[in-house]
Every structure is written in structure tokens, then in C-alpha cells.
């Protein structure tokens, strides 16, 4: 769904973008839906705000389809990994990642360049730990612990994944020359 006009019927929680803080939208209020992506849905308010709607959220007010909404901090264990004894595959943690998407920029945070390492341990319950390494965009954005978070929870839910740790780092400042050719290629930079 892109830019689509929708009355919120209820009220609804959203992260204003760049601060990072919650609010509520009230029942009644328009807002343009800007990006759909990850579960996550993106809109302008009313007074011109952009703000990011929770999959939950999104999935409840119609914005994204139900199966859209596989959110693993709606699954059972809040996010948290079910199984220590399956097998472990890095390309897992990877397309994990890549499910989490840049609230402003319609392109997944690992083609963004915003991933700049994911180092894999054992952990002591046996199954993995892995310390991922991020930034943002611009130093002052607060949508860094939201999406932090959101990564953190799409990695635990990778099978063998019992913990996971994610940094957000300023060194070095992020810029596009971090793009993938898959990122440069959905932002036109060829």
C-alpha cells in the first residue's frame, strides 16, 4: 500500500520519525500511508508528522494484510528464540535483517548499509549469540533504539539463535557509499 488516505477507526500507538518517542494517534485522524514495508507501516499525519505504526497496529486497522503481520514479537515467545537445538544458518540472520526496513527509506536496513558487522558466538545454553553492529542514517535520529529493538527481535527468531545484542555505533558516520548494489538500484543512484 502506498500513499493511500486512511481515517484511523481507533485509536492507535505510533513512533514519531526522527525522535523516536510514542504517541497516540486518535480515532477519526487522516493519515497518508508513505511506506509499507516489514511489517511496519509509515504514515503522515494530520499536522504533517511522519509516524511509524507497529505491525500489530497496522495489521488491526487494516493497513497491511493479516499474514503481513507474522511479527515475531507477536509469536508466543516475544521475540525471544524457541529453539537452541536447530540448526544454525548465518543467511537466515541475514534475510532476518533485511526485513527490517528505514521508516523514511523504502530499502531494508542491511541494503541501507546501516549493518556494519554481526559476529556470531557459542552462547552457554548452547545455541548462538550474535553481536550486531549498527548505525543510522544521521547521528541524531531517534528511530535508533526502535529499530535496534527490531532487529534484535527478527534475529531471535532465526532457528539456533538463543541471544542477540545489538550496538548502535557512530564510527564511521554512515553514508551512501554503505549502499548495496540492491539498495542503489530501489533508491536510483545508477
Known sequence: MSAATVVLPTDCMVTLIP???ATVLRAGETVT??????GTVTVVTESGRLARISTHDAAALGLIADESASDPLDSPGGGQSQSTS??????QVIEAMKT??????PVNIVDLGLVYGCDVL?????????E????MTAPGCGMGDVLAYDVQSRVLSVPGVS?????LVWDPPWDPSRLTDAGRLELGFY
Open 86 to 91: 536447530a540448526p544454525f544458518d548465518y543467511e
Open 122 to 130: 557459542d552462547a552457554a545454553n548452547g545455541g548462538k549469540r550474535l
Open 33 to 38: 500511508v508513505t511506506q509499507a514495508l516489514g
Open 100 to 105: 527490517v526496513f528505514d521508516p523514511e527509506i
Open 132 to 135: 550486531i553492529k549498527m548505525s
Open 19 to 21: 525522535e523516536g518517542h
Open 163 to 167: 541471544e542477540a545484542e545489538v550496538e
